[in-house]
């Protein structure tokens, strides 16, 4: 099927987040400060203190549940209802983006506002303004757990992430330093003359050959390029304001 329109693929981290007010793991505050990451967020944590880990991740629940989209989410799906054909890869496991009104998002570390079984993956349960506790199961009687990718666990959606990149005409990477594997990998699935650009504020951050940096925060630098490939009405990659 021939497109309409240039794709835009969207890659979003914990930053577009963070200026909603959702704590990264790597804050020296907020939820995570006081939790090893070895003791809430890895298979191992679950099998030693399954509540616990309940605990941790009914916090986090309630936080994104207290969170808005930003400026950048807004803008992205804004572009989306004027036509433009975008596609969103988030490592995030809140659901702004959605609730900014876009409507192709691909969570590849899960989604915090779904429970699974503990036994079988493709068991998924939207658990509303509920949150899950022990003895809460699947229809197959085991106990459910958060649906989020934990440190030690395959990413299943990333084959599915790669084809999306790969029908790329421009990538737009946010709130994410292309570092962290395996979605900084997601850059070598780009099609050869499909441009990547970066938005991100700091300056000193090491970028792939072949980038462009755009530096800016997201809930800046986003919404000013949308507002420039709206007027233009196409997508490109402009020269730093």
């Not at 003791?39 to 679950?46: G, N």
């Not at 207290?66 to 004027?82: F, I, M, Q, S, V």
């Not at 899960?110 to 509303?128: D, F, H, Q, T, W």
Request: proline share 7%; glycine share 8%; hydrophobic share 45%.
């Amino acid at each position: 099927m021939t497109r309409k329109s240039p794709h835009l693929v969207v890659l979003t981290g914990a930053g577009i987040s963070a200026e909603s007010g959702i704590q990264t793991f790597r804050a020296h505050d907020g939820l995570w400060a006081d939790h090893r990451i070895e003791d809430v967020a890895t298979p191992e944590a679950w099998a030693r203190d399954p509540a616990m880990v309940l605990r941790f991740y009914d916090a986090r629940r309630e936080q994104v549940r207290a969170a808005r989209p930003n400026a950048a989410h807004r803008a992205l799906a804004g572009l989306e209802a004027r036509g433009f054909e975008v596609s969103i890869i988030t490592q995030n496991i809140d659901d702004l983006h959605e609730r900014a009104g876009s409507r192709h998002v691909l969570h590849l570390h899960g989604e915090i506002m779904m429970a699974r079984s503990s036994v079988n993956p493709r068991m998924r349960y939207p658990l509303g303004r509920d949150n899950i506790a022990m003895g809460d199961v699947c229809d197959q009687g085991s106990q459910l757990r958060p649906d989020v990718v934990w440190f030690g666990e395959a990413v299943p959606a990333y084959p599915q992430a790669c084809e999306i990149v790969a029908e790329a005409d421009l990538l737009l990477v946010v709130g994410t330093s292309l570092v962290v594997m395996p979605a900084a990998a997601l850059v070598d699935e780009l099609p050869l003359d499909a441009e990547c650009m970066l938005v991100d504020p700091d300056e000193q951050l090491s970028i792939p050959p072949g980038v462009t940096r755009w530096v800016a925060s997201a809930g800046e630098g986003v919404p000013a390029l949308v507002r420039q490939w709206q007027r233009e009405g196409r997508l490109f990659v402009p020269a730093m304001p």
